[in-house]
């Protein structure tokens, strides 16, 4: 299981990256001033980096219960990021409602938009993550092992 440092990394570059893609594309897309998308993408950037850090850590305890590993099939990666941008968008929908001065389904169809994007990134990110940092072989407690001298 990743430790407290590879979790804040991860959760940093994710959101970092994100906001320099979305900020600009959010911008041209709903036809908003850049620094009212940016407003609403910082905010939910800060919210969505809380959001990360507690959903992956209770995905990553789920999984081990489950499956004895936190290692993510394709399948297992898919339900990962709808579970995780589904419970974002119920957590910034009232957020972008009022900020943005729209009804709940304006929020809601620009929510889902941004969700649209941040499936694909979520997806993307994360095995692209993996790859470049690979999850340490865990034991069923979940802890490292030791790896195995050579």
């Not at 119920?90 to 729209?102: E, H, S």
């Not at 993307?124 to 999850?135: G, K």
């Amino acid at each position: 299981m990743r430790d407290t440092k590879d979790r804040l990394r991860h959760a940093l570059s994710f959101e970092i990256i994100a906001l320099v893609l979305v900020t600009p594309l959010g911008a041209w897309v709903f036809g908003l001033p850049l620094a009212e998308i940016g407003i609403v993408a910082i905010v939910s950037a800060t919210i969505a980096t809380g959001w990360n850090y507690l959903y992956n850590l209770l995905f990553d305890h789920a999984l081990i219960r489950i499956a004895g590993h936190v290692r993510k099939s394709i399948a297992v990666r898919i339900v990962h990021a709808l579970l995780f941008e589904g419970g974002l968008l119920l957590i910034l929908l009232p957020f972008i409602a009022w900020y943005l001065g729209v009804s709940l389904l304006d929020a809601f169809l620009m929510d889902a938009s941004f969700a649209a994007f941040y499936l694909v990134y979520t997806f993307i990110f994360n095995w692209v993550y993996d790859l470049v940092f690979p999850i340490p072989d865990t034991g069923p407690s979940g802890n490292a092992e030791a790896p195995a001298n050579r």
